[in-house]
Each structure stands twice: as C-alpha cells, then as structure tokens.
C-alpha cells in the first residue's frame, strides 16, 4: 500500500469510527473507489446447465431450478468449478433480468466470510459483490477492526440482481439456497458475518434481526459448524446512521473471536 492509498484507508477508516461514536481527529473522508463496468457482451454466456425445456413443454418450475442448482452445486469440487458453474447458470427470469452472476470478491482463503442478501446495479454491473454505496460503507466498517479485502471474503445468499433491485423472493433464495451452501463449504472460513434480515433468515432460519443482532449462531454446513455473527446491513446503516454504535459493537466482538482462533 503506498502512501496515498494508506492516509485514504485511514481517513475512511477515522470517518466510520467518528459515525460509531468513537472519538476521533477529524479527517477528510476518503473519496469512493471507481471500477470500470463489465461490458454486457464479455458477460455474455451460453447459461446450459438450467432445465430446458423442450419447445411444446410448459416452462420449468421454481422446483425445477431450484433442483438444477442443487445438482450442479453438489458436483462442484472448488470454487472455480462452482464460479464457473454458477457464471454459466440459468436461473430462469432471475438470470435473464440481470447481466450477469456475481459471485465473490476478497480472499477466498479468509478467515471470514461476509454473506450479504443480493447483488444492487453496481453489483450486477462489475461482476463484483459490494462495491457500491453500501458495500464502500461496508468496507470501511472492517477495515475499522483492521480487516480489508485480503483478510475477508464477500459473497451474497442470491447471486444474480433480483429485477427491479427488489428484495429477493422466496423462490429465488430458495433456488440459490444449495449454491451459497456449497460456497461455503468449500470456502472453508473459520467465521461467517451474516450481514442483514435476509441472509439471516435464509441460513439460520430466524427472523427479526432487531432482537438477533450481535448474537452469534451455529451454522452447519455439510458437517462443519461454523459461528455465525448476526449484524446489520450496511444498507441499513445508510438509513439508520445511529445503528452504528451496534455494528461497531458487533466489529469489537468478531475482533474478539478473530483473537482466538
Ligand atoms: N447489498 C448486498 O447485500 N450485497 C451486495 O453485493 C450489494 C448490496
């Protein structure tokens, strides 16, 4: 890291700190990273692996798909294999309404994993999870603990933007549900960071985050259980700034738990 990128991370890392309500120097806060669009024509992909169906057939069911995945997710050995596999997809009108599957980012041999809800539009347009607005917040919240991206690998529990940017149906988390499992499982971390009401509810079953938050849970994911903290989503905090305090305590907690291991 030369000098200028360190007083940026600095600066962003002061500016999160001072919004969690933890004295700070004032400092000028860092401007948002820019990375330059995917082009939908290198996105592009044959998607063969969904149901197909023939020309006089009714169109696949959500089981369908649902089931596609699962099979596919199962015969995937490494992530490259389950990247590749997921790129390549047909996830029906999932798929088709956006450009492309965006799969992870960060350090794949992490120690933590961050698993948040869907891809947005700034998602869907770099093939990246969160790099827009709420993932540059969410970056300057682990990089608070001293967490960047060589120390944390981000993915989503929905890997294709959900049309419109809506929130993810039922049928869609259940349909990605084998894939984000697979994922995690061959991700191997030691910790997972759960962050918002619906990768929470997908993977752990509970709902109202709001008396969840902060606590840790199992998850048992192909025979490894591995401690889940619950938190809130940096979209969220764009929302409810004063929720900051709470993710900053969450932050102290995992830095606690990262401790042990
Ligand atoms: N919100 C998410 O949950 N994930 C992203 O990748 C971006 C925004």
Request: hydrophobic share 45%; proline share 8%.
């Amino acid at each position: 890291m030369d000098a200028a990128q360190f007083e940026k991370s600095l600066a962003s890392v002061l500016s999160w700190w001072d919004e969690a309500g933890v004295e700070t120097p004032a400092l000028a806060p860092a401007k948002p990273k820019k990375r330059a669009p995917i082009k939908r024509e290198n996105l592009q992909s044959a998607k063969p692996a969904a149901p197909r169906a023939a020309p006089d057939a009714p169109p696949p069911t959500d089981d369908a798909f649902a089931k596609a995945a699962a099979d596919i997710a199962a015969k995937c050995k490494t992530l490259a294999d389950l990247k590749a596999a997921v790129e390549s997809f047909n996830a029906g009108g999932l798929s088709d309404a956006a450009r492309g599957a965006v799969f992870s980012r960060g350090n794949s041999a992490a120690d933590v994993m961050i698993i948040g809800e869907a891809p947005g539009a700034p998602e869907d347009a770099a093939g990246k999870p969160f790099i827009g607005p709420s993932g540059q917040l969410l970056d300057r919240i682990f990089a608070s603990i001293g967490l960047g991206e060589d120390s944390l690998y981000m993915t989503n529990v929905v890997n294709w933007r959900p049309p419109n940017n809506r929130k993810p149906n039922e049928s869609e988390i259940a349909l990605c549900l084998p894939i984000i499992k697979r994922h995690i499982a061959l991700a191997k971390p030691k910790l997972i960071v759960l962050v918002g009401g619906v990768s929470m509810a997908a993977l752990t079953g509970q709902k109202g985050i709001t008396k969840t938050r902060g606590s840790w849970e199992t998850l048992e994911i192909e025979g490894a259980a591995i401690p889940a903290l619950i938190t809130y989503h940096p979209a969220y905090l764009l929302r409810q700034p004063h929720l900051k305090r709470d993710v900053w305590r969450d932050m102290l907690s995992l830095k606690a738990r990262i401790a042990q291991l």
